[in-house]
C-alpha cells in the first residue's frame, strides 16, 4: 500500500513542479490589436451576392500589421499579409472584384511594404462508399467515389446573424442546392487571436498573436452510400519563390484534455502536422498551416467522439483556386498545392452517418508553427510517474528475496 502512496506523493510533485515550469516557459508575450471589418470600402451599388461577404481581421503590431481575409465569393478562402508597415489598408476595386476578380482588384497598400502572404483554400468535399471498410480513400477504388461538392458553387447563410466583434469570431456556413444538403451545412469558423493561448474546445490548439484558426464541420448532410465516409480537399496557395513540406512531429500536450492517459495509448493522437512554406534558396520557414490527425463526431464531444484523419501526400495544382480572394489577390503566378483529409480509421465501426457529423480544426499563421515547450517535460513526468512504482517493485521485491533467503538459512541451519 505504501508503495502507491509514494508514487502519488511523486506525480504530484512532479506534476506541480512541471506545471510551473512551463508555467514560466511559456513566455510568448506577443500581442497585437486585433479589429475585425465586414466588406471594406463596399459601397452601393455595389453588392456581393447574398450570403458572400469579405472578412477583413488587422492584427496591428508595433511595426507591423498582419492583415487576415476571408472570404466565400466562390471557394471560402483565408488569406494572409504580412506587412511591415502600421498604416497598410486592405483595398478592394469592388465592382471589378465581385464580377471576374481580376488579379489587382484585391491589394494590400502600400505594395512596397507586403512581405509574406499565402492563402489557404477549401475547395470540394470528396464521399466514397467505404465498402472495404479501410477508411482510405487513396486505396478506394475511383468507381466508390461519388461526386464531389464543390464549395465554389455553395449558398451560404447571412453573415450578420453569425459575426462577433467582441470575441474576433466569425462563421460562416453554406450548403449546395441538392437534396443530400436539404437539412445539412458546411459551416466555417475563424478565430483571430490577440496573444498566445490556447482554445477551451478540443482539439485545444496553440496559438499564438501571427496566426488565426479556422474550425471547419459538416453537419446533418445525408449520405450517398450505405458506407459514406467523408474527406476535405484543401489547397494552398503561395508566392513563386515558395516552396512547401508536410512536417510530422510527436507532441504530448494532452495534458489539456481530460483522458491524458486514454491519448497516451492512442498515440496518433500526439501528432502535430505542420504544412510549412519556406523560400526556395532558404531553409528558414516563414508561414504555416498547423494540425492535429483528429475530428470530432459531435459538435461537444466526449474522448470516445474523437476519431483520427489522415492526409494524402502534396500534389502540384496546376489551377489557381475557384476563389475570388486568391484570384484578385495574386499577381505574379502563385503556386498552387493541395492535399485530402481523410476522417475514420481503417476498420472503424462509426460511420458518418452515425452521428451526422464531423469536425476538425486547422491553424494558419506565419513565422515558425506554434510548438509546445512541455512536451519533454512531460514525457519526464510521465517515465519518472510510470518508473517510480516498478523501481519500487523491483527494489521490494529483491529485499523480500534477501529476506526469505537469510531466514531460510537461519531454519536450516540448525539441521545441519
Ligand atoms: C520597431 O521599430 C523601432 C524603430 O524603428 C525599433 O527600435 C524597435 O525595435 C522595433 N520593434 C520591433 C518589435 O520590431
Ligand atoms: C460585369 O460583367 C458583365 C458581363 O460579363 C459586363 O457586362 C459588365 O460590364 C461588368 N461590369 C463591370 C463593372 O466590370
Ligand atoms: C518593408 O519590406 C519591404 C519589402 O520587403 C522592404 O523593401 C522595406 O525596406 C521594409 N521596410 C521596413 C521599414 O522594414
Ligand atoms: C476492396 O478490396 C479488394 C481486394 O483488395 C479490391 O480488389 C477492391 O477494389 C476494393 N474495393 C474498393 C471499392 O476499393
Ligand atoms: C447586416 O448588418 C449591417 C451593418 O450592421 C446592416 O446595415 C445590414 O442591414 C444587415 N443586414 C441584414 C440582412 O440584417
Ligand atoms: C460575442 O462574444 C462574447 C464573448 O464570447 C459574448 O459574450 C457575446 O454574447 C457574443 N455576442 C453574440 C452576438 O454572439
Ligand atoms: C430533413 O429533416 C426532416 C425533418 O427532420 C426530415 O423529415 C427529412 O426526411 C430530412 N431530409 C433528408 C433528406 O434527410
Ligand atoms: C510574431 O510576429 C512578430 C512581428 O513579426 C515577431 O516579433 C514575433 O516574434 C512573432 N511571434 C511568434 C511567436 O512567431
Ligand atoms: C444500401 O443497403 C440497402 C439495404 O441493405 C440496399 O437495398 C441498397 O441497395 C444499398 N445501397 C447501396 C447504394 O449500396
Ligand atoms: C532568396 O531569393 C530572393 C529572391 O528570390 C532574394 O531576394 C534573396 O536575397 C535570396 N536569399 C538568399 C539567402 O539567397
Ligand atoms: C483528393 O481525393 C480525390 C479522390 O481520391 C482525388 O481525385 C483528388 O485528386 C484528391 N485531391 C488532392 C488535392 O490530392
Known sequence: MSMFKVHFIFSVLFVVFGAALGFLGNGDTFRRKVSVELNPGLNPPSSLPPGVALVHARGLGLNDTLHFLLCNHGAPALLLVHSNSTESTVQVNWPVFINRSSPGSLTVAPESSVTYSSALVFTRIWEYDDVNNTADPQTTAESSFYTPYELQNFIWTDLNATANQSDHMITLCGRENTESFVNGSLCLKLSVFESAGRDGAWPSLLHNANSSQLHVWLDGLTPRGNRSRFALEFQSVADSGFQGRVD?????????????????????????????????????????????????????????????????????????????????????????????????????????????YISWTVLMGMGKPPADSFSTLIIIIIAVGLCTPLAIIIVGGVFVCVRKRMTRSSIYEPIN
Not at 504530448?252 to 497516451?264: A, N, R
Not at 519556406?278 to 464531444?301: C, D, E, H, I, M
Open 248 to 356: 510530422v512531429r510527436s507532441s504530448i500536450d494532452d495534458e489539456y484534455t481530460p483522458s491524458i492517459f486514454k491519448m497516451l495509448m492512442c498515440g496518433v493522437f500526439r501528432q502535430v502536422f505542420d504544412w510549412v512554406s519556406l523560400p526556395l534558396n532558404s531553409s528558414s520557414v516563414w508561414g504555416f498551416s498547423q494540425w492535429k490527425p483528429v475530428a470530432y463526431r459531435k459538435a461537444t464531444p466526449v474522448f470516445e467522439d474523437a476519431t483520427p484523419c489522415r492526409n494524402s501526400p502534396l500534389v502540384s495544382v496546376s489551377r489557381v483556386p475557384p476563389s475570388a480572394l486568391v484570384q484578385a489577390f495574386f499577381t505574379h503566378e502563385p503556386q498552387t498545392h493541395g492535399l485530402n483529409i481523410s476522417f475514420g480509421v481503417d476498420k472503424d465501426p462509426v460511420l458518418y452517418s452515425d452521428t451526422g
